[in-house]
């Protein structure tokens, strides 16, 4: 080989190491990027994974709250229920142990 075609390898390989250099500071660059919006986007998630825990707790409560109130309700109902009914039979025994007179 002559210098003249040691000269253009050379600068061939000059040019292709450039090149390839040049791209993979461009994949750098677009990972970096990449890393920056997925991070981000694993921001946003555990943001929004607080809250929908947050809204979890709280329905959790107010259901909580409103199936105490139904039970108390239920538990009076049950007691009215029960009181009318001695009184019921009271009134029905006092009916039928009275004495018919002829």
């Known amino acids: 080989m002559t210098i003249a075609a040691y000269q253009t390898l050379y600068e061939s390989s000059i ?28 921001d946003e998630c555990e943001k929004q994974v607080h809250s929908l825990q947050d809204k979890i707790k709280s329905t959790e409560k107010y259901e909580e709250t409103k199936r105490a109130e139904e039970q108390d309700k239920h538990r009076e109902q049950m007691e009215y229920y029960k009181k009318s009914n001695e009184e019921l039979k009271r009134n029905l025994e006092s009916l039928l142990s009275v004495p018919t007179k002829k």
């Open 15 to 42: 040019a292709f190491g450039m090149r390839k250099a040049l791209m993979a500071e461009q994949r750098k660059r677009n990972m970096e990027a990449r890393i920056r919006e997925l991070e981000q986007q694993c």
